[in-house]
């Protein structure tokens, strides 16, 4: 491929940052002991994982997620929605940022390169935005785009586009970095540029093994094309 990709766009959890204790453990784990909860861990894990998935593809709002999640748990949640929607929000804020991020993003910013977001989430792009600032990187992203916020979420194209519309690049000069090969493939059904971080799939363009292998990859303007 030349260098033409105008645009980055990465996945959130998984690509730009982990978590050392994923948000739907780490809260069902402090609401059994909590509330001495008779439910053993993956029980209330898989409630969560469920009801989470459901907000994710829209059937019930984040509100309702919460509302179901306490209902299903029993009397002792009873009326605890802000309860746990506090714990949610403590747990999910508590990213880790990719070792390789500040360096790749940075680069490719300097280059000229868009660098965005698109995460599927219950929590809108300005909540991301805070994590982000609060890890000192808010201002590598240009755009986030949320699933909650646009009311589709990967690996329908639709997401994929909306990026694209937000941008004014289109989607064979803009690239998305996935660790799920289900996303990387929405993404390359919206006709973009595809990378593969710590996956395989045949649809994607690149396989990394790393983030900071991204820059290496011959699509990226030279820094001679920004100089002009």
Same mark, same amino acid.
């Given at each position: 491929?030349?260098?033409?990709?105008?645009?980055?766009?990465?996945?959130?959890?998984?690509?730009?940052?982990?978590?050392?204790?994923?948000?739907?453990?780490?809260?069902?784990?402090?609401?059994?002991?909590?509330?001495?909860l008779s439910l053993d861990? #993956?029980?209330?894990?898989?409630?969560?994982?469920?009801?989470?998935?459901?907000?994710?593809?829209?059937?019930?709002?984040?509100?309702?997620?919460?509302?179901?999640?306490?209902?299903?748990?029993?009397?002792?949640?009873?009326?605890?929605?802000?309860?746990?929607?506090?714990?949610?929000?403590?747990?999910?804020?508590?990213?880790?940022?990719?070792?390789?991020?500040?360096?790749?993003?940075?680069?490719?910013?300097?280059?000229?390169?868009?660098?965005?977001?698109?995460?599927?989430?219950?929590?809108?792009?300005?909540?991301?935005?805070?994590?982000?600032?609060?890890?000192?990187?808010?201002?590598?992203?240009?755009?986030?785009?949320?699933?909650?916020? #646009?009311?589709?979420?990967?690996?329908?194209?639709?997401?994929?586009?909306?990026?694209?519309?937000?941008?004014?690049?289109?989607?064979?000069?803009?690239?998305?970095v996935g660790h799920d090969?289900?996303?990387?493939?929405?993404?390359?059904?919206?006709?973009?540029?595809?990378?593969?971080?710590?996956?395989?799939?045949? #649809?994607?363009?690149?396989?990394?093994?790393?983030?900071?292998?991204?820059?290496?990859?011959?699509?990226?303007?030279? #820094?001679?094309?920004?100089?002009?």
């Amino acid at each position: 491929m030349s260098s033409t990709a105008q645009a980055l766009t990465l996945d959130g959890h998984g690509v730009v940052y982990y978590r050392e204790q994923e948000v739907p453990d780490a809260v069902s784990a402090h609401l059994i002991k909590r509330f001495s909860l008779s439910l053993d861990l #993956e029980s209330v894990v898989s409630i969560y994982n469920a009801l989470q998935e459901e907000a994710f593809s829209h059937e019930i709002t984040y509100r309702e997620m919460l509302h179901r999640l306490c209902e299903a748990l029993g009397p002792r949640l009873n009326g605890k929605e802000s309860y746990v929607d506090s714990l949610i929000q403590r747990y999910s804020a508590a990213i880790v940022l990719d070792p390789d991020l500040k360096s790749l993003l940075s680069e490719l910013r300097r280059r000229g390169v868009v660098v965005g977001m698109i995460t599927n989430s219950i929590n809108p792009a300005g909540t991301k935005l805070t994590w982000l600032e609060s890890n000192g990187v808010a201002e590598l992203f240009d755009i986030i785009v949320s699933s909650v916020d #646009e009311g589709c979420q990967k690996p329908d194209p639709e997401i994929y586009w909306r990026f694209v519309r937000k941008t004014g690049i289109p989607p064979a000069r803009t690239v998305f970095v996935g660790h799920d090969v289900k996303e990387v493939e929405g993404a390359k059904g919206a006709g973009m540029i595809t990378v593969c971080l710590r996956c395989n799939s045949p #649809e994607a363009d690149y396989v990394v093994t790393k983030l900071g292998d991204v820059i290496g990859l011959s699509i990226w303007p030279k #820094e001679k094309e920004v100089d002009g």
